[in-house]
């Protein structure tokens, strides 16, 4: 079965400072990984994918994440927050083909960012 | 905006009754996912249509129901509510092409309050 483990319920960071989310996915299969932002009363953004080839993904925002196989993990970073990325942030693994038809999340890791 | 159309945004209604949420894909895509969003239970999977047929259930209670219609919106439908069933519902949608790196895009939820 496949499952996804955000180890840090909560973080505060410094505005301007890096962050960096954990994430550890269990799968039995070559890994499709996806990392969502849920802003306060909003839907579920993606911010990146991670399908196969290059481990070091960019997506929106300023945001990256490295898929380390070796480690089952999928960290996501940024190297200077700003307040507007305040909000929460979900792992997960899964795919939508014909024979993996979902997504399982991670319970979340909600961010502060203090001035 | 992801594409994806839910109404309604916010749901009030006592225990017993029965609600229906609707949601409208992404433009080209065949396949609707509904989730259900809780504190206790974080995202959970519900149930997955293509193209109008029912390919997937997850976690769903036998008193939940959904259908997705010609035009391919869908609709899930919630019976004998209860208190517990309070949350957060997301559709999401994907073309599905038969391969699994695709990507799901999500709806801005529905949030429902049983009272």
């Known amino acids: 079965a496949q499952s996804v483990t955000q180890p840090d319920i909560h973080i505060t960071v410094s505005e301007g400072a890096s962050l960096e989310l954990r994430c550890n996915y269990s799968y039995g299969a070559t890994p499709y990984l996806f990392w969502y932002v849920q802003s306060p009363g909003q839907g579920l953004q993606l911010l990146l994918k991670y399908f196969s080839g290059d481990t070091l993904v960019q997506g929106i925002k300023g945001f990256e994440a490295e898929f380390k196989r070796s480690q089952s993990s999928f960290n996501l970073r940024k190297p200077s927050v700003h307040w507007s990325d305040a909000a929460e942030y979900f792992c997960?693994?899964?795919?939508?083909?014909?024979?993996?038809?979902?997504?399982?999340f991670g319970a979340g890791t909600t961010v502060t960012v203090r001035a | 905006d992801s594409g994806v159309t839910q109404t309604p945004k916010h749901l009030i209604t006592a225990t017993g009754q029965r609600v229906t949420l609707r949601c409208s894909p992404r433009s080209g895509d065949l396949s609707v996912y509904w989730y259900q969003q809780s504190l206790d239970q974080g995202l959970q999977f519900l149930i997955q249509y293509y193209n109008g047929e029912e390919r997937a259930k997850g976690n769903i209670l036998e008193r939940f129901s959904a259908q997705q219609f010609p035009d391919l919106h869908s609709e899930l439908n919630l019976s004998s509510l209860e208190l517990g069933d309070s949350a957060l519902y997301f559709c999401?949608?994907?073309?599905?092409?038969?391969?699994?790196?695709?990507?799901?895009?999500f709806g801005q939820g529905t949030r429902l309050t049983v009272v």
């Open positions: 997960a693994v899964g795919g939508f083909g014909v024979n993996d038809y979902k997504l399982s």
């Open positions: 999401a949608s994907s073309v599905e092409v038969g391969q699994r790196n695709t990507e799901a895009f």
